[in-house]
């Protein structure tokens, strides 16, 4: 299954990084392993050009911050499907002032026929901290990075069961 692992955010905005330190912490992790069916990205952008970078894979794990909310505490993680992101408000890179949601954005892109992926499993991990310049997480967030990172690696190499 071609899968494309992709980090959003701004490494230089503290905790807006989050989804860019996981997708480096995964590319170490695969580094001696021959993974010809996964690539490892990193953006900044949301909307169609977020869905440009979707085509051609049968599967997408995009890695977010989410402002926090409901109560939740800062690192939280949620694993979460494009229904789910539909109905909350869009995670920091989805969505672009001067663009369309990324879910508007891929059902006009099937409708053009674009061969994009069935499959979109979205980690939003919630932040408190995305306005001041560094390239260093709120504590809590660096605490949730391996927690991520362990989780993406379990949805590309499931834990077999021997029986």
Do not use: W
Request: charged share 25%.
């Amino acid at each position: 299954m071609k899968t494309l692992i992709l980090g959003l955010g701004n490494p230089f905005l503290t905790d807006d990084g989050v989804g860019v330190k996981v997708a480096n912490a995964i590319e170490e992790e695969l580094n001696s392993e021959s993974n010809e069916d996964i690539t490892i990205e990193e953006a900044s952008v949301g909307g169609l050009r977020l869905m440009e970078a979707m085509i051609g894979f049968d599967r997408v794990i995009l890695i977010d911050a989410l402002l926090a909310r409901n109560g939740n505490k800062p690192g939280t993680i949620h694993r979460m499907t494009l229904d789910d992101l539909n109905a909350i408000s869009p995670t920091q890179h989805s969505a672009c002032a001067h663009d369309t949601t990324l879910a508007t954005a891929l059902e006009m892109g099937r409708r053009i026929g674009l061969a994009l992926p069935n499959e979109i499993i979205i980690y939003a991990v919630e932040v408190e901290n995305v306005m001041d310049f560094s390239e260093k997480p709120t504590q809590a967030v660096t605490r949730t990075i391996p927690l991520v990172v362990a989780s993406v690696l379990e949805e590309i190499h499931p834990t077999q069961d021997i029986k």
